[in-house]
């Protein structure tokens, strides 16, 4: 979830890369979910615990490649106060999300959490004093009656956890506006370190803070398997590589073709659901999806058909 500069004279092969990039991205970045789930829920790991671990694992691989291609200039930043509320929120989006995988069937606290570019939709007019229309408000409105649709069953299990994974698209999209500040004056590998160094050690202080307070969430205990180290190295690993190849498709296509294409993480999702937890969407659900989907298409459709008037700006990837 980096920002970088988006282009506006890429060749149709460089377009055509971005774009496979960014389905093999969407499609491989599900598996971070897969592998969280498994920690929070087959290995009792807290999500506090799985999401500490994810970024600082981030950080860790993300800064050799910092300081190997740009050398200590590479971490400069204009803005460092923004980078640490970035890795807060990142803390924040990180956890709710894991906490909901905890209780919520995989596909579903996804697809509840694909509303996030429509947050961004109405931040944007909010903070940075975009403009949007009133069929983009609309639409936004849309995914969120698409996303309760999904998270109804779940509340009446759950209550208020079950609103979680919009807690994380919330948290989210405000990193993604904060991140448009910052990048421009930080490279999109620094603000990967950033967010993922301040992320994990807040994490990690959450947990030390929460000892003895019977907050399950940031419970703190070491994995006891080598299969549990295993998989929180993996979704480290998934994590990072996964927003690496965000950045680079993003480097080459514009961002109004790759947008679409985010919603594969969807379909990825419920596959993945259904192959390691055998879940699948009833019809409610699918009907949810397929409102979320169709209103962050519209909105996408409508960015368009204004980008002629817009001037050019950075953009974030969709995750």
Sequence with gaps: MADMTQSYDNTPAETLKGMAIMIAAAAFIPLLDVFGKMLVTTHEMSPGEVGMG????????????VLVSDGITGLKTTRPWLNVLRGLLLAVGTLSFFGALRLMPLADATAVFLVEPLIVTLLSALFLKETIGWRRIVAVAVGFLGAMIIIRPSYAVFGLAALLPLTAAFAVALYLILSRKVSRGTSPLAMMVY???????????????????????????????????????????????????????????PASVLAPLGYVEMLTAIGFGYLFFGDLPDLAKWIGMAIIVGSGLFVVWRERQSAPRAAPGRVPPPH
């Design 195 to 253: 967010a993922g160094l301040v992320g994990g050690l807040a994490l990690a202080a959450a947990l030390v803070m929460a000892q003895g307070s019977g907050i399950d969430e940031l419970s703190f205990a070491w994995p006891q398997s080598a299969t549990a180290w295993w998989l929180l190295a993996m979704a480290g690993l998934v994590g990072t590589v996964g927003h690496l190849l965000f950045i680079l498709a993003y480097r080459l296509a």
């Design 54 to 65: 994810r970024l600082l694992i981030q950080a860790a691989l993300t800064l050799p490649i």
